[in-house]
């Protein structure tokens, strides 16, 4: 089945500066690959996600680049803001039906 | 459009018991998965169901069970409860299209289940 690794586990950068996440997938089936944030005890939600057809995807400050051949995935927020402090988690499935999730990492945006 | 609803939102039970926990899909959804999410970890997944049906499992025992009804609702079941099953139980729910994946996963807020 399919394996997500997430790098780094834990992220603290200033206020202003930007942040990047980086996951590996195993499967070179899969082809969805979403990013959730968690802010503590609440329920991760969905922030961007890619498909496999695509190569970079922006929202705002949040963009998403993925690299099939490696099969590896990114997610950078630029700007950061203390709102920003939370959970990341990306994921990827075949399409969705067996979505496996990384171990997170813990963004601290520092005022 | 409401979003996806779970029940009870904490639990407490003893080892080998059974517990029972409950997702209400998001409107116009028909597909509900389950997460396991131990304790600064991330969600794993235990299985997916469609059109009432499991249609994926991740790796966890034959003692962790589910049910979709026909309105989509959901249900999970643990059975034989070890102290390790202590976690948060997420359901995402999502829209599958005829011959496709699914789409986007919403979650609900969870169940902490507490096994002592």
């Known amino acids: 089945g399919e394996n997500v690794e997430q790098h780094p586990s834990t992220l603290s950068v200033q206020e202003g500066d930007s942040a990047v996440i980086k996951c590996t997938y195993s499967?070179?089936?899969?082809?969805?690959f979403p990013w959730y944030k968690q802010e503590l005890g609440k329920r991760p939600q969905l922030i961007i996600d890619?498909?496999?057809?695509?190569g970079e995807k922006k929202d705002q400050r949040i963009a998403v680049t993925l690299n099939k051949t490696a099969k590896h995935f990114s997610l950078h927020i630029t700007e950061t803001q203390p709102e920003d402090s939370a959970v990341y988690f990306c994921?990827?499935?075949?399409?969705?039906?067996?979505?496996?999730f990384g171990a997170g990492t813990r963004l601290t945006v520092k005022p | 459009e409401t979003g996806v609803t779970q029940s009870p939102t904490h639990l407490i039970k003893t080892r080998g018991q059974q517990v029972t926990l409950r997702c209400s899909s998001q409107?116009?959804?028909?597909?509900v998965s389950w997460y396991q999410q131990a304790l600064g970890q991330g969600p794993q997944f235990i299985f997916q169901?469609?059109?009432?049906?499991?249609?994926g499992r991740g790796n966890f025992p034959p003692r962790f069970s589910g049910l979709q009804f026909p309105n989509y609702s959901s249900e999970l079941n643990v059975n034989a409860l070890e102290l390790d099953d202590s976690a948060l139980y997420l359901c995402?729910?999502?829209?599958?299209?005829?011959?496709?994946?699914?789409?986007?996963?919403?979650f609900g807020s969870g169940t902490q289940l507490s096994v002592l």
């Open positions: 995402a729910s999502s829209l599958k299209a005829m011959g496709k994946g699914s789409e986007k996963l919403f």
């Open positions: 499967d070179s089936a899969s082809n969805y």
């Open positions: 890619i498909r496999s057809n695509v």
């Open positions: 994921a990827a499935s075949r399409n969705n039906n067996d979505m496996r």
């Open positions: 409107s116009g959804h028909n597909t």
């Open positions: 169901y469609y059109r009432e049906e499991e249609n």
